[in-house]
């Protein structure tokens, strides 16, 4: 059984940086990429960014591009994602799960909320 927990979130103002973990626990997921995902008030979840296994290759939404950076992985059994120029846009829910997501492994994600 693998668990993932998302921390790092907060209050922060526009233009501000913030870094997110997401720590697994129990049976590692080998070979699988991750990803960071986010779900805003009102609207779907959506993709954030995903980083391969061995970390040697990563991929953004393009709303996020250049503001964002992944690392770690899964082979380290925690990821980060750094978040700087934060817009209010960028408020909501963060969740970290295996890209594609597995359903059984959404957890409680951690809250971003960009306001001044």
């Known amino acids: 059984q693998v668990q993932l927990v998302e921390s790092g979130g907060g209050l922060v103002q526009p233009g501000g940086s913030l870094r997110l973990s997401c720590t697994a626990s129990?049976?590692?997921?080998?070979?699988?990429?991750m990803g960071w995902f986010r779900q805003a008030p009102g609207k779907e979840r959506e993709f954030v960014a995903t980083i391969s296994w061995s970390a040697d290759s990563t991929y953004y939404a393009d709303a996020v591009k250049g503001r964002f950076t992944i690392a770690g992985g899964n082979a380290e059994h925690t990821m980060y994602l750094r978040m700087n120029s934060l817009r209010p846009e960028d408020t909501g829910v963060y969740y970290c799960?295996?890209?594609?997501?597995?359903?059984?492994?959404w957890g409680q994600g951690t809250q971003v909320t960009v306001s001044s």
């Open positions: 799960n295996t890209n594609p997501p597995r359903s059984e492994l």
């Open positions: 129990g049976r590692t997921l080998s070979y699988y990429s």
